[in-house]
C-alpha cells in the first residue's frame, strides 16, 4: 500500500468511522445528505490519537465491517453486456444490472417480462443474446445528476439501454436504425431553446462503423458508406432524428447550455482499413447545433433511410458551409483522437489525441460564435493544444481547473492545468501545465473522476480503468482481470490508493455522491399487471392446450403445494411474491425445463413453456430465503 504523503484537509474534520456510525443510527435515507462531505474526503479515525501519521485516504478505502460507501460507481461491463454498481471508495462490487445479455441470477432473458424489454423474435426467442457495453452516462437536473435513469450503450447490435435508477434495473432497450459500433453516448444536460427544462430530455449516440445506408447492399466500395449521430427522447426511448455525417463518430460530449453535443472522429478519411484510417494528419471533433437540427426536422427538411420512419438531416461539410444556417461545424483534431469530454466549468470540450501526444481544448463560446457567423473558422475555437504523453485517451476533472488524462502507451495519468495549457498554448512558454503524473498498471483507458462530469465535480477520487493487470493479482490462467485503481485526486500530488480486479471488460463509468439516489427496496405490487395479489386466487386455468398457472410465494410456501399439467400443455406460469420485507427474495427453478428466476419483494414475473415432458417436477425456491428453504416447493405434475 504506498500512502505515504497525505494531504492536510484530509488529516481534520470529524472522524470517519464514527460519523459513519452516527448516521447508520440516524437512518441511511435522512441521514445521508447531511454526512457525505466529510465521509467521502475520508479522515482517518483517531489519526491524533494513536500518534501515527494521518493515513487518511488510504483508511478510507478500507472500510470496517458495516460501514457504507460515500459514493456509487455506474461502471460498464463491456461484452458480459452489464452494468456493474459499485461502491466507492472501498471499490466493492454490489450488484449487476443484466441489460442486454442474459442472466441466470435473476432470470433476464427467461421471463417473459425482461424478454419484453431485450426485444423477441416472432417464435418467442430473444432476438440478440450477445452485446458489447461502453458507455453509462446518468439523467441531469441542474448540472448534476437526479438519480432517474443511467443510459448505456451496446456496440454490437446498436442499443441503447435505459435503467430505472429508482430500482436498478433496465427498463427500455431501443435499437439504433442504419447503425452499427454505436459507440459513444452522452444525455443532454438542458434543453436548448425551453429555459424551463433544465434535465435531461435527450440521449445523443455516435455510430462509428459506416456502412451502406441503408444496409441491404453488400458493395465492397467503401466511398459509398456513411455513419449517423442519432437523437434519442430519453422519456419515450424513441429516436428523434439522426444527422448523416462525413467520418465517424466515436464518444459524445454535451454542453451545460444544452446548445451543443460533440462527437470525435478518428476515421475523417473515411477508410475500410486502418491504414487509411491514419493516414491524416488531422481528424476532427464534430459539433452539431441541437436547436437548428430540430428547427430542420420540423420543416421537413430531412431524407428517411430504409425502413426506418426516422428523419435524418444532412449533417455533411458540403451542406453546411454557411456557419449561420449550418447544423453542424467540424473543427480539426490531431491524428484519430479518443475522447471528447466536457470540463465541469462549463467551457471547454477536450479531446485527446490518441496517436498524437496531446490534448485539444474547444472553447465552446466560440463555437457558438462561430454558428453566429462571428469566428472566421472553426478552428479558431481551440484554444490550446498541448502535449500530455503517448496514446491519451480520455479525460477527467477535479473541479478546481485541473484535468486528468489518461496515457494509454506510457501507462499513466497526467494531472494539468487547463488554463495555464491555455497560457502556454497562447505563446506563454514559462508556463508549466502539466502538474503531476502517476504510473498505473496498466494500459489504462477511462478514468473519471468524483462527480467529474457534473457541475458538481469534487476532486476527491479519481478511478483508472486498466485494461491490462498483468502481475496485478493471483494468476487465474491465461484471462486476466482488468485492473480497477483508485487514485486520490484531493492534493497536489496523486496518490495511488488500491488495486481492485474487475471481471472484464468494463471501459467508461461514473462517481456520484451516494445522497443523489434514494433506490427502493421493494416492488409496488400494483406496477405489475400479471400480479396475483392473494393466494386464495392461485390455482390453474385452462382453456384448452392453453393454461395459466398462477401462484404467489410467501416463506417458506408457495401457494399451490402441486399442480398438475398435461403433455403439451402451452403454460404461462405467473409468480407474484408476496413477502414485503427488504430483502425476502424468492427464486422459482424447475429442473429440466430449463427455467430459473426470482422474484424480489412484491414483483411479479412469469414465464412460458410448453409441458413436454411428462413425470414429476420439484419446482424449488432458489433463493435462500427461510429456514425451511429447502423445503420450499411445490410440485409439478405432468400427466403422459
Ligand atoms: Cu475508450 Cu468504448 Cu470509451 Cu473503451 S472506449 S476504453
Ligand atoms: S445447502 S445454505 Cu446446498 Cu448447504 Cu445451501
Ligand atoms: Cu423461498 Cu428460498
Ligand atoms: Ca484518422
Not at 459507440?183 to 425551453?194: C, E, N
Not at 494528419?281 to 420543416?299: P, Q, S, T
Not at 491465461?478 to 485526486?489: A, F, G, S, Y
Request: glycine share 8%; charged share 25%; aromatic share 8%.
Amino acid at each position: 500500500m504506498s500512502n505515504e504523503a497525505k494531504t492536510p484537509e484530509l488529516a481534520t474534520g470529524l472522524g470517519r468511522r464514527k460519523f459513519m456510525n452516527s448516521a447508520a443510527l440516524a437512518g441511511l435515507a435522512a441521514g445521508l445528505a447531511a454526512c457525505t462531505d466529510k465521509s467521502g474526503g475520508g479522515t482517518a479515525a483517531p489519526a491524533a490519537a494513536t500518534g501515527a501519521t494521518a493515513h487518511a485516504a488510504s483508511d478510507a478505502i478500507h472500510l470496517k465491517p458495516g460501514e457504507l460507501d460515500s459514493y456509487y460507481g455506474l461502471w460498464s461491463g463491456g461484452h458480459t453486456g452489464d452494468v456493474r454498481v459499485l461502491g466507492l471508495p472501498s471499490g466493492r462490487e454490489i450488484h449487476r444490472i443484466p441489460c442486454f445479455n442474459p442472466d441466470a441470477l435473476v432470470g433476464w432473458g427467461i421471463t417473459n417480462e425482461s424478454k419484453k424489454v431485450m426485444g423477441t423474435k416472432p417464435d418467442g426467442s430473444l432476438r440478440y443474446t450477445v452485446a458489447d457495453t461502453h458507455h453509462v452516462h446518468a439523467s441531469y437536473k441542474d448540472g448534476n445528476y437526479d438519480g432517474r435513469y443511467a443510459w448505456v450503450n451496446d456496440k454490437i447490435n446498436s442499443r441503447l439501454a435505459r435503467i430505472r435508477l429508482d430500482y436498478f434495473i433496465c427498463d427500455h432497450i431501443t435499437e439504433l436504425p442504419n447503425v452499427q459500433g454505436f459507440h459513444g453516448i452522452f444525455p443532454d444536460k438542458r434543453d436548448p431553446v425551453d429555459e424551463k427544462i433544465n434535465h435531461t430530455t435527450r440521449v445523443f449516440c455516435g455510430g462509428e462503423f459506416a456502412t451502406p445506408l441503408p444496409n441491404t447492399v453488400g458493395t465492397e466500395d467503401g466511398s459509398k458508406y456513411r455513419s449517423l449521430f442519432s437523437c434519442v427522447d430519453a422519456e419515450t426511448m424513441e429516436v428523434r432524428w439522426q444527422a448523416l455525417i462525413d467520418g465517424n463518430c466515436d464518444l459524445v460530449a454535451t454542453s451545460y447550455d444544452g446548445k451543443l453535443a460533440a462527437t470525435n472522429q478518428y476515421n475523417t478519411e473515411m477508410g475500410v482499413h486502418y491504414e487509411d484510417m491514419m493516414s491524416a494528419e488531422r481528424d476532427a471533433c464534430l459539433f452539431f447545433n441541437v436547436a437548428r437540427i430540430e428547427a430542420a426536422v420540423k420543416a421537413g427538411k430531412f431524407k428517411t433511410y430504409g425502413d426506418s420512419k426516422v428523419p435524418v438531416v444532412d449533417g455533411t461539410h458540403e451542406a453546411n458551409k454557411d456557419p449561420k444556417t449550418a447544423l453542424t461545424a467540424y473543427v480539426s483534431v490531431p491524428k484519430n483522437p479518443h475522447g471528447v469530454n466536457a470540463s465541469p466549468d462549463g467551457k471547454y470540450f477536450i479531446c485527446a489525441g490518441k496517436l498524437s501526444p496531446t490534448a485539444t481544448v474547444i472553447e465552446l463560446s466560440r463555437m457558438l460564435d462561430y454558428f453566429e457567423g462571428k469566428l472566421a473558422k472553426t478552428d479558431d475555437a481551440i484554444v490550446a493544444e498541448v502535449e500530455l504523453g503517448l496514446g491519451p485517451l480520455h479525460t477527467a476533472f477535479d473541479g478546481r481547473g485541473n484535468a486528468y488524462t489518461t496515457l494509454f502507451l506510457d501507462s499513466q495519468v497526467v494531472k494539468w492545468n487547463v488554463d495555464a495549457a491555455i497560457k502556454f498554448h497562447a505563446g506563454d512558454k514559462s508556463v508549466k501545465y502539466v502538474v503531476d503524473r502517476v504510473d498505473v498498471q496498466y494500459q489504462p483507458g477511462h478514468l473519471n473522476a468524483s462527480q467529474s462530469e457534473t457541475k458538481a465535480a469534487d476532486g476527491k477520487y479519481l478511478a483508472v480503468g486498466c485494461k491490462f493487470s498483468k502481475d496485478r493479482f493471483l494468476p487465474v490462467g491465461p484471462l486476466h482481470p482488468e485492473n480497477e485503481q483508485l487514485i486520490d485526486i484531493s492534493g497536489d500530488k496523486m496518490q495511488l490508493l488500491a488495486d481492485h480486479p474487475v471481471r472484464g471488460e468494463p471501459h467508461d463509468f461514473i462517481i456520484f455522491k451516494r445522497e443523489l439516489l434514494s433506490p427502493k427496496q421493494v416492488y409496488a405490487l400494483d406496477d405489475f399487471p400479471l400480479a396475483v395479489k392473494d393466494p386464495k386466487d392461485s390455482g390453474v386455468t385452462r382453456n384448452g392446450k392453453k393454461v395459466v398457472v398462477k401462484l404467489t410465494s410467501q416463506a417458506p410456501a408457495f401457494s399451490l403445494r402441486e399442480f398438475k399439467l398435461k403433455k403439451g400443455d402451452e403454460v404461462t406460469l405467473i409468480l407474484t411474491n408476496l413477502d414485503k420485507v427488504e430483502d425476502l427474495t424468492h427464486g422459482v427453478a424447475i429442473p429440466k425445463y430449463n427455467i430459473q428466476f426470482i422474484v424480489n419483494p412484491l414483483e411479479t414475473a412469469s414465464v412460458n413453456f410448453v409441458a413436454d415432458k411428462p413425470g414429476v417436477f420439484w419446482m424449488y425456491c432458489t433463493n435462500f430465503c427461510h429456514a425451511l428453504h429447502l423445503e420450499m416447493r411445490s410440485r409439478m405434475i405432468v400427466e403422459a
